[in-house]
C-alpha cells in the first residue's frame, strides 16, 4: 500500500497493482543511466512489461547497450496520458511513475532472450530478432507517482498528487 495522500479529508491509496497496471498500460518511458566516464545520459525508450519487468529492443553497438552494461543501474520514468477526449482540447500533462531499476544487458542470441522473443512481439520486429540486444530492466523498492490514481484537477495540488508504493 502506498503512502497515504490527505486533502480535503479525502485519502487516497494507492496499491502497487494499480501503478503496474498503468506501466503496463503505456509503452514509452525515459531510461537514464550515466555513462562509464560519469556523463548522465537519457534516452526515449519502447518497452514491454513481462512479469514484473520491462524489456527494451536496443543496438548491440549502441550507446544504451554499452553503457547500461558498464554501469548496470538505470532510472526510468513512465509518462501516463491523462485526459481522454479532453485532452485533445486541453493541454493535459501526463501523470508520471519513476523509480530506479537494475539493468541486464542481453547480447543477441543469448539463451536469456531465446524464450522472450515470441512474447516481445512488435517491439522485436522479425528482421531484428537475430541482432539486437535486450535491456531487462528490473524496478526496484518504490515507485514514485505524480498523477497516477487522482482526478485530473488535484494533479495542480502536488501534495494530492504525489505517492510512493512499494514495488512489490
Known sequence: MSTAITHDEEVIRLTSEQVWHAIGRASFAVLSYVT?????????????VLNRRLYVAVA???????????????????????????????????ATVSFHA?????????PEVGPLLDKLGALLPAERRDSASIIEIVPESEFVTYGVGVAL??????TAARARVPVS
Open 36 to 48: 562509464p566516464s560519469g556523463q548522465p545520459r537519457s534516452s526515449g525508450v519502447v518497452y514491454k
Open 102 to 110: 537494475t539493468a541486464i544487458v542481453h547480447a543477441p542470441g543469448s
Open 153 to 158: 484537477m488535484k494533479m495542480r495540488d502536488p
Open 60 to 94: 548491440p553497438d549502441g550507446w544504451k547497450a554499452k553503457h547500461i552494461a558498464s554501469g548496470g543501474r538505470v532510472a526510468v520514468t513512465v509518462p501516463v496520458r491523462r485526459g481522454g477526449l479532453l485532452s485533445l482540447v486541453v493541454p493535459i500533462p501526463p
